[in-house]
Structure formats: structure tokens, C-alpha cells
């Protein structure tokens, strides 16, 4: 089984309310952050999220707006640490200061490079519930980043 067959990310409590408390902490300051949740596969089509990771990263601002950068050596980190614990990367989430969509950055240089990898983007520097109205998800396919048909709170089971 690959990301591609998962149909349901199963987070735990825990993950969740370090993402929300992660985002909101670096939203205070006006910037971006990314938060990025690995696991395992489980059976019959759902992945086991285990850890939230907030890499070291840049958030910068320009004329455009806000976004964040993960450099090459804090992804080498990780995915070391990932090799260790024999977990793998699933999910990535980040903020937006306004409504949250996937920019043209978000589609261009992603963290998730897997296929069925999933994008998480959430409006107003997470001042609201990470998986509320106004949340938006985004799959990895063969075509980019898309919508899954699933709403966002079957995709995501918060346990």
C-alpha cells in the first residue's frame, strides 16, 4: 500500500493541538510556518499519523505577501530522523494570513513529494480549529496538487 491508496489520515489529539499551537505562535508574528506530520500506513486504506515536525524554516515577507522556507539541511535532518523511527512523511500543513487556497508556491515547491501526499492549508494564521470551515485540502496526483472528493473531516479522523 502506497499514499495513493489511503483514504483516511487518522491524527491523534495530541498532533492536532501542536499544529494549531505551533501555527498560531508563528501567526502572531504575521508568519507562515509549516508543520509536517509523518506516520505510518495502516490497513484498509488509512495512515496513522504519529508526529508533528516543525522544521527550522525562514518565514519572510515581500511585495506579494508572506511565505516560509525549509532549507536543505533541516529536510536532510528530517528525513533522517524519519529513516531512524521508520516512520514517513504523509502530510504537510501550513498557514495563510487571509482565506487559504494552494498558491502557485505551494504547487511548486512542495515538502510532500509523494504521490497521495497530502497538503494542508489553513486561513488567518490558524486563529480558528485547524480542521474547521475554511480549511482546505489538496492530494497529490499525476495532474498536481487537487481537491480530494472526500471532505476534510472524513479525509482527517482526529482521534
Same mark, same amino acid.
Given at each position: 500500500?502506497? +499514499?495513493?491508496?489511503?483514504?483516511?489520515?487518522?491524527?491523534?489529539?495530541?498532533?492536532?493541538?501542536?499544529?494549531? #499551537? #505551533? +501555527?498560531?505562535?508563528?501567526?502572531? =508574528?504575521?508568519?507562515?510556518?509549516?508543520?509536517? %506530520?509523518?506516520?505510518?500506513?495502516? #490497513?484498509?486504506?488509512?495512515?496513522?499519523? +504519529?508526529?508533528?515536525?516543525? &522544521?527550522?524554516?525562514?518565514?519572510?515577507?515581500?511585495?506579494?505577501?508572506?511565505?516560509?522556507?525549509? =532549507?536543505?539541511?533541516? /529536510?536532510?535532518? /528530517?528525513?533522517? %530522523?524519519?529513516?531512524? @523511527?521508520?516512520?514517513?512523511?504523509?502530510?504537510?500543513?501550513?498557514?495563510? &494570513?487571509? !482565506? !487559504?487556497?494552494?498558491?502557485?508556491? =505551494?504547487?511548486?515547491?512542495?515538502?510532500?513529494? @509523494?504521490?497521495?501526499?497530502?497538503?494542508?492549508?489553513?486561513?488567518?494564521?490558524?486563529?480558528?480549529?485547524?480542521?474547521?470551515?475554511?480549511?482546505?485540502?489538496?492530494?497529490?496526483?499525476?495532474?498536481?496538487? /487537487?481537491?480530494?472528493?472526500? &471532505?476534510?473531516?472524513?479525509?482527517?479522523?482526529?482521534?
Amino acid at each position: 500500500m502506497t +499514499l495513493v491508496d489511503v483514504r483516511q489520515f487518522r491524527v491523534p489529539r495530541k498532533v492536532v493541538d501542536e499544529t494549531e #499551537s #505551533s +501555527l498560531r505562535s508563528a501567526g502572531r =508574528d504575521e508568519h507562515e510556518l509549516f508543520v509536517l %506530520w509523518s506516520g505510518t500506513l495502516g #490497513s484498509s486504506g488509512s495512515f496513522n499519523v +504519529l508526529t508533528a515536525h516543525v &522544521p527550522r524554516q525562514t518565514a519572510y515577507r515581500h511585495e506579494e505577501g508572506v511565505g516560509v522556507r525549509v =532549507d536543505g539541511e533541516a /529536510l536532510h535532518e /528530517l528525513n533522517a %530522523w524519519l529513516f531512524q @523511527a521508520g516512520e514517513r512523511l504523509c502530510a504537510q500543513v501550513h498557514s495563510h &494570513p487571509q !482565506a !487559504a487556497y494552494h498558491s502557485e508556491t =505551494d504547487d511548486t515547491y512542495p515538502i510532500v513529494t @509523494a504521490m497521495g501526499g497530502l497538503s494542508i492549508v489553513v486561513p488567518y494564521f490558524c486563529q480558528g480549529l485547524l480542521l474547521s470551515r475554511g480549511t482546505v485540502a489538496y492530494r497529490l496526483t499525476k495532474k498536481g496538487w /487537487l481537491e480530494p472528493r472526500e &471532505p476534510l473531516n472524513q479525509l482527517v479522523q482526529v482521534l
